[in-house]
C-alpha cells in the first residue's frame, strides 16, 4: 500500500494552502474562514519517483464541545490513525499557542512518524527569531516553510519522504474505477460511501450541507479497486449566498469530470425533484456512465406497485438518460450496496467498451432492412459505413449521403439497435453525423 501522509494543525495555519500547493490541484477550499476544511480530503501525489496518498484534515480544536468541531477532531484523529507520516503545521506569526502544545501532545502518544512545518516564513535567508520557538514542541527540527509562495515545501517534501516506512510501495497506482456521488444535499451521499467503507471516513449530519469538499476515497473488493468521490450537496443557485457554498458546488461538478461513473442518489422520500433532474444532466452531457440509486428505500411504505410507480416517476423526470439503470438502496441498513457495486463496474466496463467497424456495420445493415431510412422530396438517407471513434462515452462516427435526411428519430433508432446488439449499460452514445467526401467543419 502506497504511503500515507496527513498534514495536521489546529484551524487556519495554512494546511489547505499546502495541501494545494504539494498536489498541483485547487483540491481543498481555501478561504480566511477558520474551521472550512471540515473533512478529510485526499489526493494521490508524487515527490520525484515516490507516489504517496496525502490528506488534508480539518482544524483541531482539542477542547472544543462544538458538534462539527468535535467531529472534525475525530475526523483528524482517524486521519492520524491511518498514516504513515503527519506533518504538524504551525504558523510562525502567533508563535506556539496552547492549541499546539495540545496536538503536539496528541500525535506524541500516537506514536507516529512527525514532520513539524512552520508556515507562513515568506522571506528567503535566516528564519525570524520566532521561528526557533518551535523546538519547544519537542518533535525535532523544525522546517520553515511557505505554502503560498512554495518556500521550503521541497525541504518539506524531502523530509517526508524519509521518514516513509522502510516497505512502503511508493510505485504508482493501477488503474481505479473513478466514481463521483452526486446529488441534493443531505440525500444520503456520505452514508452511502461510510456503508460501503465500513467506517465513519466522511462526517454525516443531518444538517445538510455538512459535507464542503469533493472527498477521495480508495476502496478494493476483491481484485476491483475503486475512488469514491464523496461530493458536496449541489443547491439551486439561488440559494448559494456563501461563498464557500458556491466552491462546494464548482467543486461536486469538477468531481464529475474527474470521474468515470457517477452515482446520482435520490432521496426516496422525496422523489424526484427539478434539481435532482438537473445534477444529472450535467453528468449525462459529460459523457459519463450513470446509475440512479434511489436511497432511503427502507423507510417507504410500500405495495406490490411502489417500486413499479417509484420506477416510472425516476423514467419520467429522467427521461434524457433512459440508458441508466434505477436501484433501491438504503445507505442505512446495507440494502442492494453490494449490487451496486456489481453495477458501478459494469457499466464502467460498458463505458470502455469498443466493438469492431465489421460488427458495428453488420448492425447498422441490419438496422437499415428492419427499418428504411428517411427521405424527403425524393432524396433518401443513406448511411454508408459506421466506425466507433473513441470510448468514454462510446462514440461513433456514421457516414452519409446527407445529415439533413438524418432525422433525430432515426438516429434514436440506430442507437437502439446499437444497444441491443451490443449493451452499452449505463453510458451514453455519441454520435458524428459525416458526409462522404466532406470535411466536418
Known sequence: ???????????????????????????????????????????????????????????????????ILSQMRRQAELAIDMADVVVLMTNVADGVTSNDLD???????????????????????DPPMEFYEFYNLGLGDPIA??????????????????????????????????????????????????????????????????????????????TDKYLFIDTA????????????????????????????????????????????????????????????????????????????????QVREGFAFMAYASVMFISAKTGQCIDKLLDEIKLVDEQHKRRISTGMLNDVLNDAMSKQQPPSDKGKRLKIYYGTQASAEPPTFVLFCNSKELFHYSYLRFIENQIRAAFGFNGTPINFILREKGKKEQ
Open 1 to 67: 500500500m502506497k504511503p500515507i501522509v496527513a498534514i495536521v494543525g489546529r484551524p487556519n495555519v495554512g494546511k489547505s494552502t499546502l495541501f494545494n500547493k504539494i498536489s498541483g490541484q485547487r483540491i481543498s477550499i481555501v478561504e480566511d474562514t477558520p474551521g472550512v476544511t471540515r473533512d478529510r480530503i485526499y489526493a494521490d501525489v508524487s515527490w520525484l519517483d515516490k507516489h504517496f496518498t496525502l490528506i488534508d484534515t480539518g482544524g483541531i480544536e482539542p477542547n472544543s464541545k462544538d458538534e
Open 103 to 125: 496536538v503536539a501532545s496528541m500525535l506524541l502518544k500516537a506514536k507516529k512518524k512527525i514532520v513539524l512545518a512552520v508556515n507562513k516564513v515568506d522571506s528567503i535567508g
Open 145 to 222: 516553510i511557505s505554502s503560498t509562495h512554495g518556500l521550503g515545501v521541497g525541504d518539506l517534501l524531502d523530509e517526508i519522504c524519509a521518514n516513509f516506512p522502510s516497505d512502503a510501495d511508493t510505485s504508482e497506482d493501477e488503474e481505479e474505477i473513478k466514481v463521483a456521488v452526486i446529488g441534493r444535499p443531505n440525500a444520503g451521499k456520505s452514508s452511502l460511501i461510510n456503508r460501503i467503507l465500513g467506517e465513519n471516513r466522511v462526517i454525516v449530519s443531518n444538517v445538510a450541507g455538512t459535507t464542503r469538499d469533493a472527498i477521495d476515497l480508495h476502496y478494493e473488493r476483491g
Open 233 to 312: 450537496g449541489m443547491r439551486k443557485r439561488k440559494k448559494i449566498d456563501e461563498n464557500v457554498e458556491h466552491y462546494s458546488v464548482v467543486r461536486a461538478l469538477a468531481a464529475v469530470d474527474r470521474s468515470d461513473v457517477c452515482v446520482i442518489m435520490l432521496d426516496a422520500n422525496e422523489g424526484v425533484t427539478e434539481q435532482d433532474t438537473k445534477i444529472a444532466g450535467y453528468a449525462h452531457e459529460q459523457g459519463k456512465a450513470c446509475i440512479i440509486a434511489v436511497n432511503k428505500w427502507d423507510s417507504i411504505a410500500k405495495d406490490t406497485k411502489t417500486m413499479k410507480n417509484f420506477t416510472n
